[in-house]
């Protein structure tokens, strides 16, 4: 018999794939990527991944909020420490700190809650882009084509800018963790290009451009190889940061998850 079990593990579950040692994680990091620094959503998968292995599979990731400390390096392994701050009937709460080099690159606080019935409401919001007015693209984001993006003709940036349709290219176990895991990996596309400030550069490499701090809440399943629309909006720009908050929709318009992210611009 074939099927999803019969596969390889997906990138998702290699990213994972720690060696671990109690509340303690170290994860490989690929040789390369798109920057000179380690890529923050990839990180910030791993670190909710350590969390949620020291949680019961019943409990689902609720929210993450993290700060980049510092930038990461390619090649390099990254220890995760996790603290068990809390272990509750419905609530588990943990924190994480990744270091690499004796440096700490990230700290992350996450919530896990095992799942409840009640109310189901989200707001209607019209799409920014119909998955029918968006075309193929390809950015310029490495990763080996993991991901498929559809943009507004419009985008003639380098990377992609929301609002965007995104799905993985290859499908992902059907595990709540591994997941919530790729949505945080995606979630940190885009935030960064909606924070520019009038009058930035667009070319890459001219300026400095960073995530600083980002934050994910977790509302309804997610299906990764499924297509979705992530919505993103600037709030804010002053001191050199710009302020943003995002929305992830899959086709039928439900509210996935919601994030938030404050980016470094100078030029």
Known sequence: MTGVKSEKPSWVARMLDFRRDGDAFVAPQPAAGPNRRLFGGLIAAQALGAAGATVEPDKHPQSLHLYFVRGGQYGVDVEFDVVRTRDGRSFDTRQVTAVQNGQTILEMIASFHRPESGADWHPSTPPGISFDDAVPKEPDLGFDGLFEFRARPTDDSPFVVP???IRTRRRIEDDPLLRACALTFMSDFGPVPVARPAGAPHDPGVGVAASLDHAVWF?????PHDWHRYEVTRLNNSDAR???????????????ANTTQEALWRF
């Open 219 to 223: 509302h309804r399943p997610f299906v």
């Open 242 to 256: 710009g302020l943003v908050v995002g929305a992830m929709y899959d086709r039928s318009g439900a509210l996935v």
């Open 163 to 165: 609002p965007f349709w």
